[in-house]
Antibody, heavy 122, light 108 residues
Framework: QITLKASGPTLVKPTQTLTLTCTFS??????????VGWIRQSPGKALEWLAL???????RYSQSLRSRLTITKVTSKNQVVLTMTNMDPVDTATYYC??????????????WGQGTMVTVSS | SYVLTQPPSVSVAPGQTARITCGGD??????VHWYQQKPGQAPVLVVY???DRPSGIPERFSGSNSGNTATLIISRVEAGDEADYYC???????????FGTGTTVTVL
């Protein structure tokens, strides 16, 4: 059974750096062609894809947030870490991590973690 | 950037069929996935690769994709299908994962 759990601070101040950890079980991120992604959802808004890391350490970032995001994996700990710099109140959202597997040609998010709410406020 | 446009809301009576559209430029050439999100919960995959269902998802959920519109079809709608639904594609040109604007399904 695949499970994921996102964790991190619930409150950060503007300009601070946010570090979120996705701890998962039931799979290894060294297995081709798996991936783990981060998606966020501001209150009352749609889902927004942020970043994704593949089993081979290849990484993809949202164009609009690329300069602020870093995604890494710690395979031995079954963790994926997302850092976002220069946090702003508009970054207030629930942050989800999700397991991604490949279908006929592209990846999709088949198992999601419960999400962690992050509020940006001074 | 690639935009996926969904109607904000769809209302349907129990037992009827709900059709949720997802519009995008030549989306028919892409592979579409659909997620269901109930209030306070994480999204759940309901359709992948345009029309396949994960295990545990009722056959009432199906999908199609052609031209500039992909469609999630929920047959014999039940009260428990009330939720937000999102389409999603991988846009090869930008190598980005893109979500639709979301549709709230209300069961009357």
């Amino acid at each position: 059974q695949i499970t994921l759990k996102a964790s991190g601070p619930t409150l950060v101040k503007p300009t601070q750096t946010l570090t979120l950890t996705c701890t998962f079980s039931g799979f290894s991120l060294s297995t081709s062609p798996l991936a783990v992604g981060w998606i966020r959802q501001s209150p009352g808004k749609a889902l927004e894809w942020l970043a994704l890391i593949y089993w081979n350490d290849d990484k993809r970032y949202s164009q609009s947030l690329r300069s602020r995001l870093t995604i890494t994996k710690v395979t031995s700990k079954n963790q994926v870490v997302l850092t976002m710099t220069n946090m702003d109140p508009v970054d207030t959202a629930t942050y989800y991590c999700a397991h991604a597997r490949q279908g006929v040609a592209v990846h999709f998010f088949d198992v999601w973690g419960q999400g962690t709410m992050v509020t940006v406020s001074s | 950037s690639y935009v996926l446009t969904q109607p904000p809301s769809v209302s349907v009576a129990p037992g009827q069929t709900a059709r949720i559209t997802c519009g995008g430029d030549d989306i028919g050439s892409k592979i579409v996935h659909w997620y269901q999100q109930k209030p306070g919960q994480a999204p759940v995959l309901v359709v992948y690769d345009n029309s396949d269902r994960p295990s545990g998802i009722p056959e009432r959920f199906s999908g199609s994709n052609s031209g500039n519109t992909a469609t999630l079809i929920i047959s014999r709608v039940e009260a428990g299908d009330e939720a937000d639904y999102y389409c999603q594609v991988w846009h090869s040109y930008t190598d980005h994962y893109v979500f639709g604007t979301g549709t709230t399904v209300t069961v009357l």
